[in-house]
């Protein structure tokens, strides 16, 4: 029996119901679209009920997580791309995410669904596309799997300090993963997906006696949406809406504003208007003007008389 079926449909229902209003969203989200790759970790700070409430498990905005795959003609791996494919009923260049929800469990989701939320990259660092492709390829497998409230509940009473909550109440999931094995969340499944190919997150570190350093893998079910934010093995990428870049440094370059065109360091001219003759600028028309002081007057005559002549 589930331990949690007083945990009914209408309650799920209530949790994952968005609240308030977001106002503007704060990421460039076009942009972000356009640079994202697969295997990068996407950020979200959601704004349905289930999301404050696990603000306030991890104390971080960030609530949920989710792992791009890409395009569909983006996935390398062939069984892969088909069995997406047949999840995925939707437009066959939409950019797609693998993520664990509440109420409907680990399915694939268009990218564009969070447009209008707050989002953030984190990408592996170094991570190669070969277990790049690992990765993808353990949470595609993973589809279909049910989403573990117990795993949530369990979470916030492992999180509580021991001041609020005694040892013996914590609950022994994390210490002798009990479970079903068909159950995760969505941190747990990207950390299981990099922990596969021996990518680390947030490992424990471990000095030995001589200086030797030895690390050791963190409990997957202990991973929270913050620490791939936290972790440095993971370049934290951001595309704000009104980014410092938009102000285009390169408009602020020492520009000059008289219309000089340069052929080369010492050859620069005006473009002449309407037919009209370049004017020459800096050493070439002061080349222009000694070569005419050093011809004869007779000679510039004959030269101007046969210009008019043509």
């Known amino acids: 029996m589930n331990p949690f ?35 990068d970790v996407l950020l979200v700070e959601g704004r349905a009920r289930v999301s404050e409430v696990i603000k306030t498990i991890t104390q971080s905005q960030w609530t949920h997580s989710a792992l791009y795959l890409g395009r569909l003609h983006d996935i390398e791996d062939e069984g892969v791309r088909e069995h997406v494919s047949w999840l995925y009923d939707g437009d066959p260049s939409d950019q797609l995410i693998i993520e664990p929800l509440l109420g409907k469990g680990t399915v694939i989701s268009p990218l564009k669904k969070y447009a209008g939320e707050h989002v953030r990259i984190c990408r592996p660092t170094g991570l190669s596309r070969t277990d790049a492709g690992r990765v993808l390829a353990f949470a595609a497998k993973h589809l279909g799997h049910a989403y573990d409230v117990r795993q949530l509940l369990d979470l916030a009473r492992f999180l509580f300090p021991y001041g609020v909550i005694p040892r013996r109440w914590r609950s022994s999931l ?13 941190s747990t499944l990207i950390a ?6 021996q990518f680390p997150i947030l490992p424990v570190i471990h000095r030995e006696e001589n200086g030797a350093i030895k690390l050791y893998k963190r409990n997957t079910r202990l991973y929270v949406p913050r620490d791939f934010d936290t972790s440095p093995y993971f370049d934290i990428i951001k595309y704000p809406l009104l980014g410092l870049n ?29 037919g009209m003759i370049p004017v020459l600028v800096g050493e070439a028309a002061v080349d222009k003007e000694q070569a005419e002081a ?7 005559d004959t030269v101007k008389g046969s210009s008019a002549t043509r």
């Open 192 to 197: 299981s997906a990099f922990s596969s190919v």
């Open 246 to 274: 938009d102000l285009a440094v390169y408009r602020q370059l020492p520009w000059d504003t008289e219309g000089v065109i340069c052929n080369g360091e010492n050859e620069c001219f005006i473009p002449g208007e309407d």
């Open 174 to 186: 994390f210490e002798h993963n009990i479970g079903q094995p068909t159950r995760t969340v969505c």
């Open 294 to 300: 050093d011809t004869p007057l007779a000679a510039v």
């Open 5 to 39: 079926s007083w945990l009914g449909r209408k309650t799920i229902d209530w949790l994952i119901h968005e609240g308030g209003p977001s106002g503007v969203p704060q990421c460039d989200f076009e942009r972000l679209g356009f640079e994202i790759r697969p295997c």
